[in-house]
């Protein structure tokens, strides 16, 4: 469930947690998959427009790896005790670090020199999946495979984050599996 209805709200929210814990610190996983013999790129869907890595804020002091882990199964993980039905997340490269230098909407792929405290440092890291995952979706939002094709360079649809992974996946090399 999302906590803020507007983008303002989500601002005032971050510069009221800015004043009592500092710097937020956030990590987002890039979950890959095969669709068509082409890599894909998962993503959550808020009502009809706006698209999000899984992942979200750590919390103060906490390791960016496990942070992830945890938010990765709170947002997609299924609410079962059966061990098969829970992912065992593998956490790989860290890709990307965006930076907000102000309560502002836009980040950076670097924080900008003038800047001496920036209000977020945001990771993207790889997240390696098995072969089959099970995956559970919060009602209010929707779990969408995107091609990489799609993502590129499409900042009005994707934002300056997203639109970025496929040049920030581009030093990989992907072994499609043709069945």
């Not at 103060?60 to 199964?73: A, D, F, T, V, Y």
Request: with cysteine; aromatic share 8%.
């Amino acid at each position: 469930m999302e906590k803020d209805t507007s983008v303002a709200d989500r601002l005032a929210r971050m510069k009221v947690n800015y004043m009592k814990e500092g710097m937020r610190t956030s990590v987002e996983g890039i979950l890959l998959v095969q669709e068509h013999n082409h890599p894909h790129i998962l993503l959550l869907q808020i009502g009809n427009t706006f698209c999000k890595l899984p992942g979200g804020r750590l919390k103060p002091g906490e390791n960016e790896i496990e942070g992830l882990k945890r938010k990765l199964s709170s947002k997609l993980a299924a609410n079962s005790p059966a061990p098969a039905l829970q992912p065992d997340w593998q956490i790989g490269e860290c890709v990307a670090t965006w930076w907000r230098p102000n309560f502002e909407t836009i980040m950076y792929p670097y924080c900008p020199p003038h800047i001496t405290k920036a209000k977020e440092c945001k990771k993207l890291y790889l997240v390696h999946l098995s072969e089959r995952e099970y995956f559970a979706v919060p009602k209010n939002l929707k779990l969408l495979a995107v091609p990489l094709f799609e993502l590129y360079d499409n900042v009005q649809r994707y934002g300056p984050v997203i639109s970025t992974i496929p040049q920030q996946l581009s030093r990989f090399q992907f072994n499609m599996i043709h069945q």
